[in-house]
């Protein structure tokens, strides 16, 4: 299968194959952070991001380098990435994270339609020992409970999520956490007018609550066509 990447201005047609981890919907970008940074980083102080060989237990399928973000104590990292919008109704942004120690991950994506903006996210938390997940409007206002803390592995093991939704619309589709799926038809993310280009804009962003916290990424793919179940 072959998929398009966007580096800059630049897109390169790569020919690995790589399968979304339900299975559903057809891959059109994909970053395994073999090939080095192909994401915006904001500078921080004491934030970092990195792409690095995997070492012992850090790696989410057995090979190949994993990205890095760390962010200071009581502070944001944040990396984005601006890719093409797919033709087509449906689309998923997926992910493999690893989280370490008290912190909160978000995975937050912006949809630019030419007269909208449609803002998604899914939030993780793991303050405490007890991992919460979350489709939410705004990180800390409006969200919804995807799923009961006790269903949820504890932080310091990899894991996969998956959001999908109607780029046409702004209505969220589903979610997957590992091998939970959740239905969330009817849904909204935040909508607003917006006269930017169609496009996606990713956020992968890092909120550390107590000393330098670090999430370990990998295999970071957008898949189109998606079903609606």
């Known amino acids: 299968m072959a998929t398009i990447v966007s580096t800059s201005s630049l897109v390169t047609i790569v020919s690995k194959p790589v399968s979304p981890f339900d299975g559903k919907g057809d891959v059109v970008w994909y970053d395994d952070f073999e090939s080095g940074r192909r994401w915006a980083f904001t500078p921080a102080a004491n934030a970092a991001f990195n792409t690095m060989a995997p070492l012992a237990n850090i790696n989410s399928d057995g090979k190949g380098a994993v990205g890095y973000i760390q962010a200071p104590a009581n502070g944001i990292a944040t990396i984005s990435s601006f890719l093409y919008l797919p033709n087509t109704t449906r689309v998923g942004v997926e992910l493999s994270f690893l989280a370490q120690g008290f912190m909160a991950f978000e995975m937050r ?7 909208q903006r449609h803002r998604h996210a899914l939030y993780f938390n793991s303050v405490g020992g007890a991992p919460l997940i979350t489709a939410s409007l705004y990180r800390r206002n409006a969200s919804f409970n995807l799923v009961p803390v006790q269903l949820l592995a504890s932080a310091g093991s990899w894991e996969a999520w998956k959001l999908v939704f109607n780029i046409t619309t702004g209505q969220l589709v ?8 959740f239905d969330l038809a009817g849904q909204s993310g935040e909508i607003s007018a917006n006269s930017t280009p169609q496009s996606l804009e990713i956020y992968l962003m890092v909120y550390s609550l107590v000393a330098n916290q670090a999430v370990y990424i990998d295999n970071f793919i957008l898949t189109k066509d998606e079903p609606e179940r």
């Open 174 to 181: 589903r979610a997957l956490f590992g091998n939970l799926s």
């Open 109 to 115: 994506v912006y949809v630019y339609t030419g007269s």
